[in-house]
C-alpha cells in the first residue's frame, strides 16, 4: 500500500494513485509553458499586485520554456515508479504489452484529434513541410520523427515536437528500465554522461545545427534520467520506516525552502542574458543537468517535508491543471494565435502588442479559452478513454444510442396510442 505522504488528496478519483508533489510539479509544468508562450504572444508582463507594475513576474514567464524540461523529467519519474517498487520488494511489473497499450490510449487519441483539426480546419497556422511534402509530413509526425528534421519540427503544431521526444523515450524505456532495476545508479551515470558529451558536441556546431540537435532525445537523457532516479529515492526512503520519515520532516522544508530559492536565481540567471545572441538554448545546454538535480532534490524533499509544503505544491489549481496538462498544452498556443490573428479581440492600436489594455485582456481571454478546450476534451474524450478503452467506450456508445432509440419508439407508440 501506498504511504499516505505520496497520495493527492485533491487527486481527480481513487482509482489510481497519484503522488502529490508530482501532481503539483506537473500543474507547475504546463502553468510555466503557457505562461512562456503567452508572453510571447501579448508581451504583458503580469505585476505583482499592489506594486504598480514595479515588480512583476517577467522572470519566470520568459523562463517558462523549462516546463517542458520538468514534463520531461516527470514522465520518466511516473514510468519508473512500479519498476523502483519492485526493486524493493513492492509491487509488480506491467507487462511490455499494458506499458505499451497505456501509452498509446494516453498520447495518440488527443494527438490524433488535434492533427485533424488542425490540418482540416488551420492548415496555414503552423504549414507542413513544403521540402518534404504534405503526406510525408504527416506520415512523420505520425511516426513521431517529425522532431529529427527542421522542416517538419515545428510543421502543424509548434508543441508537437516534444511528443516527439517524449515517444522516442517511450520506445527505449523498456531497455533502460531492464538495466535500471539492476544498476540504478550506473544507469543513471551513463545516461548522464551521454546527454553531457551529446550536448557538449552540438555546441561545436553552427547555431542552426545546434537548435535543431540540442532539442533531441539524447540531449534530455539526463533529465529522465533524473526522473527515473527520484522514483527510485522515494520509493528508497518510504520504505526506511516511519521513524525515519519523522525525523527527516522537518529538514526536509528547509530544503524545499532553498532548492525553490535556487529555482528562482536560475530563472533570474537566464532572465538575465535575455539580449544576448541564441543565448536561451545556448543556456540550456549548459545547465540542464544542474536543473535535474535541482528537481530531484525539490521532489524528494517536497514529498516527505511538512505536510504545509504538499499542500501548497499540490493545491487543487495546480493539480487541476496537472489534470489537464496534456490537452492544454497541445491547444494553448493554438487557441491564443487563432484569437490573435483573426482580430477576435481587437486593439486600440495598428499592432495590437503596443496596446497596454489588449495585452492582458488577450492574455486572460486566451487562458480562460484553452483551459475550457482542454477541460472538455479531457473530459470528454481523453478520459473516458483512459477509463474504459476503446472497446468500452464503443460498448457504452452503442448501448446509450440503443437505449436512446428504444426511448424514442416508446414514444412514437404513446402518441399513436394518444
Avoid at 511490455?96 to 495518440?108: D, E, G, V
Amino acid at each position: 500500500m501506498s504511504s499516505p505522504i505520496l497520495e493527492n488528496p485533491h487527486a481527480p478519483t481513487s482509482a489510481a494513485q497519484h503522488i502529490a508533489i508530482v501532481d503539483g510539479l506537473r500543474g507547475l509544468a504546463i502553468l510555466l509553458v503557457v505562461l512562456f508562450h503567452y508572453w510571447q504572444i501579448t508581451w504583458w508582463v503580469i505585476p505583482v499586485p499592489l506594486t504598480g507594475g514595479a515588480i512583476n513576474f517577467e522572470m519566470i514567464q520568459y523562463a517558462g520554456a523549462l516546463g517542458v524540461e520538468l514534463f520531461f523529467f516527470l514522465s520518466a519519474f511516473c514510468l519508473a515508479y512500479p519498476h523502483a517498487k519492485v526493486m524493493l520488494g513492492k509491487g509488480s511489473l506491467p507487462s511490455i504489452a499494458h506499458y505499451t497499450y497505456r501509452r498509446a490510449i494516453k498520447i495518440l487519441p488527443s494527438y490524433w484529434l488535434a492533427m485533424i483539426l488542425l490540418l482540416v480546419l488551420l492548415p496555414d497556422m503552423y504549414p507542413t513541410s513544403g521540402q518534404r511534402g504534405y503526406w510525408t509530413d504527416i506520415l512523420m509526425h505520425l511516426g513521431f520523427v517529425h522532431n529529427l528534421f527542421p522542416d517538419t519540427h515545428g510543421s502543424i503544431n509548434g508543441v508537437f515536437w516534444s511528443l516527439g521526444v517524449e515517444v522516442q523515450f517511450y520506445v527505449i524505456f523498456p531497455l533502460l528500465a531492464w538495466g535500471f532495476r539492476r544498476k540504478p545508479w550506473l544507469v543513471f551515470a551513463l545516461m548522464c554522461a551521454v546527454a553531457l558529451i551529446y550536448r557538449h558536441w552540438t555546441r561545436t556546431l553552427p547555431i542552426g545545427e545546434f537548435t535543431n540537435l540540442n532539442n533531441q532525445l539524447p540531449g534530455f537523457l539526463d533529465l529522465f534520467a533524473g526522473g527515473m532516479l527520484t522514483a527510485y529515492l522515494l520509493v528508497w526512503v518510504r520504505e526506511q520506516g516511519q521513524s525515519v520519515l519523522n525525523a527527516v520532516k522537518s529538514g526536509m522544508g528547509v530544503i524545499v525552502a532553498l532548492t525553490l530559492l535556487t529555482m528562482l536565481l536560475l530563472f533570474n540567471d537566464l532572465y538575465q542574458i535575455r539580449f544576448e545572441p541564441d543565448s536561451y538554448p545556448i543556456w540550456q545546454s549548459q545547465h540542464r543537468l544542474f536543473f535535474c538535480f535541482v528537481l530531484i532534490v525539490l521532489t524528494v524533499a517536497a514529498t516527505y517535508a511538512h505536510e504545509i509544503f504538499r499542500t501548497i505544491l499540490a493545491n487543487r489549481a495546480l493539480t487541476f491543471l496537472s489534470l489537464i496538462s496534456y490537452n492544454l498544452y497541445i491547444w494553448h498556443q493554438v487557441i491564443a494565435r487563432v484569437i490573435k490573428e483573426h482580430g477576435w479581440w481587437s486593439a486600440a492600436t495598428p499592432t495590437p502588442t503596443d496596446d497596454p489594455t489588449w495585452r492582458w485582456t488577450m492574455f486572460f481571454v486566451a487562458f480562460i479559452a484553452s483551459i475550457i478546450v482542454a477541460s472538455l476534451i479531457t473530459y470528454c474524450f481523453e478520459r473516458p478513454l483512459l477509463q474504459y478503452g476503446v472497446k468500452g467506450c464503443w460498448a457504452r456508445l452503442k448501448a446509450k444510442m440503443v437505449g436512446y432509440m428504444a426511448e424514442e419508439e416508446s414514444n412514437i407508440e404513446v402518441k399513436a396510442n394518444t
